[in-house]
């Protein structure tokens, strides 16, 4: 029941980007892609959502594909407190979300 | 800080035994839902309430049950704990549910630890 497909984990040098794809091949039309992370145990927190278009806000950038089929988090210039794991999601059906088992995301010094 | 609080933070109990976790959504939010996380795996959702009235079930026990009270908090029960329910519970809320075609978020509270001893 995947509906979103991401690399295990990622490595980023503090002050890059980091770069985190996520694939969402069934996503329907009108279905938003939405992105969380989640530092060590605590709560899952919103970064950003997008439908079609690029999207900035002062966390991160994301970036879809033409098709929708996948989509890129960017962070502009990852610190030591952007390691987490981060989820790419999209709502399975009107009411559900499905996280899959995100990217684990560690900058490094 | 979300707005969503859950208690308790953390709870130690025995196999065999039944525990209550309670949440409290951010003020306005109707909906609640719960998610499981066991020790390194992602979020498995387990059931939803919106103003009081089941709406969606996930990966549910039938151990587990839920409810959402007139003053919107939530609670879930699990009963007759194994080993296996060992894991960090959390309640979310969220904004409206209705309109499919909007964006739609949910916040996250700090999450109940559970350890079945």
């Known amino acids: 029941d995947a509906k979103t497909t991401q690399p295990p984990s990622m490595d980023c040098a503090e002050g890059r980007a980091a770069n985190l794809p996520c694939n969402h091949s069934t996503i329907s039309g009108n279905e938003y892609v939405y992105w969380y992370r989640q530092i060590h145990s605590q709560g899952p927190q919103y970064i950003i959502h997008?439908?079609?278009n690029n999207e900035t806000n002062e966390m991160a950038s994301l970036i879809i594909t033409e098709d929708r089929k996948s989509s890129t988090l960017i962070l502009p210039h990852a610190t030591l407190r952007d390691t987490a794991v981060y989820y790419c999601i999209v709502r399975v059906h009107f009411n559900k979300f499905y996280f899959g088992s995100g990217t684990k995301l560690n900058v490094k010094p | 800080d979300s707005g969503v609080t859950q208690t308790p933070k953390h709870l130690i109990t025995a196999t065999g035994q039944r525990v209550t976790l309670r949440c409290s959504p951010r003020?306005?939010?109707?909906?609640v839902y719960w998610y499981q996380q066991s020790l390194d795996q992602g979020l498995q959702f387990l059931i939803q309430?919106?103003?009081?009235?089941?709406?969606a079930k996930g990966n549910i026990l039938e151990r587990f049950s839920a409810q959402q009270f007139p003053d919107l908090h939530s609670e879930l029960n699990l009963s007759s704990l194994e080993l296996g329910d060992s894991a960090l519970y959390f309640c979310a809320s969220s904004t409206s549910p209705l309109l499919r075609v909007k964006p739609y978020f949910l916040y996250f509270g700090p999450g109940t630890r559970l350890t079945v001893t």
């Open positions: 997008g439908l079609k």
């Open positions: 309430y919106y103003n009081g009235e089941e709406r």
């Open positions: 003020s306005g939010d109707l909906s």
